[in-house]
């Protein structure tokens, strides 16, 4: 399958800090999506993006997607202690159906 | 409001058993998958379903089957559980025109003893 490196694998900030984190793909995808994972629960969207350049925001989260068409931005403004889970990429390549998912970003806030 | 549910939020097997995770949608959707989730290595696909009895191997479907009977439910089958199969497995389901939206279930944490 497709591989997607998300990265950092984990991070651990204080309340009121801005976050940032990134997926790459080794191949081009067609569409990029952004899920959120609260402990205990499953992952839910937030934020999908379907064309090169494009740049997408959803209240404090803001999401890009790569010109190369192989990566994919995530960034929260403001943290709050309820941003906390584990953050998630996936795509879609130019073939097929499939969605593949990167391996995560765990972010824990600190208040 | 969308609901997929999955039949144990936790369960403990021995090796050998053989295992079902059951899912259920209630939203008439036609697609169905199962993923299983483990640290560093993200959500990877075991099986997927477009349509009732009608499935389609993922990226893992070594030691897995699937089974779609009725449209809204998908059930995961491990034939003969083994140690290597301890996990967190999701389902989900989304609309054939909406594939961008899948909707997860809570998820099943599987302990194989």
């Known amino acids: 399958g497709q591989q997607l490196n998300q990265s950092p694998q984990s991070m651990f900030i204080q309340e009121g800090e801005d976050v940032s984190m990134n997926c790459t793909s080794s191949?081009?995808?067609?569409?990029w999506l952004w899920y959120k994972q609260d402990p205990g629960e499953g992952p839910v969207l937030l934020i999908a993006l379907y064309k090169a350049g494009e740049l997408t925001s959803n209240g404090r989260l803001t999401a890009q997607f790569g010109i190369t068409r192989k990566d994919s931005f995530l960034n929260i403004s403001a943290s709050i202690p309820s941003d906390v889970g584990i953050y998630f990429c996936?795509?879609?390549?130019?073939?097929?159906?499939?969605?593949?998912f990167g391996t995560g970003t765990s972010l824990t806030v600190i208040p | 409001d969308v609901k997929v549910t999955q039949s144990s939020r936790y369960l403990v097997k021995r090796t050998g058993e053989k295992v079902f995770l059951e899912c259920v949608q209630d939203m008439d959707h036609e697609n169905m998958f199962w993923y299983r989730q483990d640290p560093g290595l993200g959500l990877r696909l075991i099986y997927f379903s477009y349509d009732v009895k009608m499935k389609e191997k993922g990226d893992i479907p070594e030691g897995y089957s699937v089974s779609r009977e009725k449209k809204e439910r998908f059930s995961l089958i491990l034939e003969s559980a083994s140690t290597n199969q301890t996990s967190m497995y999701l389902c989900?389901?989304?609309?054939?025109?909406?594939?961008?939206?899948?909707?997860f279930g809570p998820g099943t944490r599987l302990l194989v003893l």
């Open positions: 989900a389901s989304n609309q054939m025109a909406n594939q961008e939206t899948q909707y």
């Open positions: 996936a795509g879609q390549p130019t073939t097929g159906n499939q969605f593949y």
């Open positions: 191949s081009i995808f067609n569409t």
